[in-house]
């Protein structure tokens, strides 16, 4: 019997996910996401996922996992087809994600967002939503924060200045815990939170944020983890390769079956720097010994802008839109070469998902994607048009280089699996968990829960 959030001996553990990156097209948190909650039933524990949708309803995911779609509106502003959940869904008492918090009453409670979700932790911790209890909070980070900031809003010393204050003195205090998909991206936290880096920070301001979300007192490195996405290497696969495939790809996509076909896949954003892609083509399409095509699958805000410069090189460069999974598997196969674009991206799943196909992968030598691409693996560029192009002529003319970089691709894709993945993730929220039921705040809040809560079995 449950009461109040209090489990009997043996009950798996509970955990609620919030986020605002989550649609039917969007891309690698959904994607994350919906593992996490298909892996629900072989962990044995509870999860749900708690998102924005165009009305209210539910879906149940196996025997553990669910997912609550709260009515929101689209959003203002970046990637319209998003929509968001704001403070005003979860601050009333009576509010949507209230309402189902209370009915799900987990100990971990991870926020996924840097801007409209985070205040539901700080009010919380400070004693404004008394009736959840209180849950572990984790603040998960798949995105810099000073990237958006400085592609949407405002850019140069003043956007990496708020990116960090805002970072400091509100984010953090307000999260117990807090998992990034990447180095590159966990070195924001760190940046933001080490006095060091910020030598001309307020500490008045900054203690005064502090005391106010109760933020604990342990260093943030203690309290930090890293836990890089996988890929599901069953669906990725150089086994989808095919001459019958390939010729599908470039009848669908009107490009004589003899080109050669430089492929991207991301969301159509700034932040992605995707106006790289027709730069790159223009030293491409200058090329006498290839006829380059370059296939770019995605959709978003910058849609527009590369079809008015995709008219720049007549049928040298195709937007696909969306790919569901199974097709954007059998284009990572069969075209080739791969290129990413994007030298501050957060991890990168589209990348590791070419490694998988056992594609020749051309990626920027800065950002996420040195979580798995390396000089063995890849070719490793500065993220200019010079560059990306010099090294796609090298991966379509070298063709024992490029089989020695894929064969290591599909090898690091399988020491990267999505199972691998998620596992990790699991025992990361029992660390943590364990951690915090340990401390003497939780044990003057609510001493009797740890005990009687079972947490995740262990996989090998």
């Known amino acids: 019997m449950r009461m109040n959030g209090i489990y009997g001996p043996g009950r798996p553990l509970r955990s609620v996910h919030i986020t605002n990156y989550y649609h039917e097209f969007s891309g690698g948190v959904k994607s994350n996401y919906d593992k996490l909650l298909r892996a629900a039933d072989r962990h044995r524990r509870y999860v749900s996922l708690i998102v924005p949708g165009d009305h209210d309803h539910f879906e ?80 998960f980070t798949g995105e810099r924060f000073d990237t958006i900031f400085k592609s949407f809003v ?27 998909n990447s180095e590159f991206v966990a070195s924001e936290l760190l940046t933001a939170f080490r006095k060091r880096n910020n030598p001309h920070r307020s500490d008045w301001f900054y203690n005064k944020c502090t005391s106010f979300f109760q933020a604990r007192t342990e260093p943030l490195e203690e309290r930090l983890a890293i836990c890089p996405r996988g890929v599901n290497t069953r669906q990725f696969s150089p086994s989808r390769r095919s001459a019958e495939t390939r010729r599908r790809i470039c009848e669908a996509a009107g490009v004589p079956a003899e080109s050669t076909i430089a492929f991207s896949s991301t969301r159509l954003s700034p932040e992605k720097n995707v106006r790289l892609l027709p730069e790159i083509m223009s030293v491409l399409a200058e090329d006498r010994e290839y006829d380059f095509r370059m296939l770019i699958a995605g959709a978003g805000p910058e849609e527009e802008k590369l079809r008015e410069q995709a008219e720049r090189f007549p049928g040298k460069i195709i ?61 490793l560029v500065d993220a200019d048009r010079e560059s990306f192009a010099a090294a796609i002529k090298e991966a379509v003319s ?34 943590m968990y364990r951690s915090f039921t340990s401390s003497e705040d939780w044990s003057s809040t609510r001493p009797d829960v740890a005990a009687n809560v079972e947490l995740a079995p262990r996989h090998s």
């Open 319 to 379: 937007l696909l839109g969306h790919l569901d999974k199974s097709t954007l598997a059998d284009h990572y196969a069969n075209v080739d070469v791969f290129l990413h674009p994007n030298p501050r991206e957060p991890f990168g799943n589209v990348g590791l998902e070419a490694m998988a196909s056992g594609a020749a992968c051309v990626v920027p030598n800065s950002g996420g994607v040195l979580t798995y691409a390396n000089e063995r693996n890849a070719w």
């Open 60 to 139: 149940r995911v196996g025997e553990f996992g669910k997912i609550y779609y709260i009515k929101a509106r689209q959003a203002p502003i970046f990637d319209k087809r998003y929509r968001m959940i704001l403070p005003n869904q979860y601050m009333p008492g009576d509010s949507a994600v209230r309402k189902v918090l209370l009915e799900e009453m987990p100990q971990i409670v991870e926020i996924y967002d840097n801007y409209a979700l985070t205040l539901l932790a700080g009010i919380t911790r400070t004693g404004h939503f008394k009736e959840l209890g209180r849950p572990m909070f984790v603040y």
């Open 398 to 431: 070298d063709d024992s280089l490029r089989r020695s970089k894929s064969e290591n691709a599909v090898e690091t894709a399988f020491h990267n699996s999505d199972d691998a993945a998620i596992d990790l993730l699991f025992s990361t929220y029992d660390r």
């Open 154 to 180: 405002a850019g140069g010393r003043f956007g990496g200045w708020f990116s960090r204050r805002l970072l400091s003195n509100f984010n953090l205090p307000m999260f117990d815990y807090y998992i990034a």
